[in-house]
């Protein structure tokens, strides 16, 4: 089992930045992508982001040049710079990981994004 503990989330106005950051337990599969997802009111969970043990990173259009992904290998952590921030950026964000193959979620950190 690996627990996956995110942090960091919180009311911004619009313009603001946030920084997310989740925690692995345990040693994450190097093979498999860390990334962040979210997910909104009454609608579907989205990819925001991931991430290789290469470094190399994969963004959803609408956060281009506004989110940068991170990764500490050696920490087991990942972490979602977020700037200029909307409204329409308010959501639940979710950590999402692997270990031998399995899928393992954190338990999502509240953004919201108000004037």
């Known amino acids: 089992q690996v627990q996956l503990v995110e942090s960091g989330g919180g009311l911004v106005q619009p313009g603001g930045s946030l920084r997310l950051s989740c925690a692995a337990s345990?040693?994450?599969?190097?093979?498999?992508?860390m990334g962040w997802y979210r997910q909104a009111p009454g609608k579907e969970r989205e990819l925001v982001a991931n991430i290789r043990s290469s470094g190399s990173t994969n963004y959803a259009d609408s956060v281009k040049g506004r989110f940068t992904i991170s990764r500490d290998n050696a920490k087991n952590t990942v972490y979602l710079q977020m700037n200029s921030l909307k409204p329409e950026d308010t959501a639940v964000y979710y950590c999402k990981a692997y270990r031998f193959g399995n899928v393992y979620w954190g338990q999502g950190t509240q953004v919201s994004v108000s004037s």
């Open positions: 345990r040693t994450i599969d190097s093979r498999n992508p």
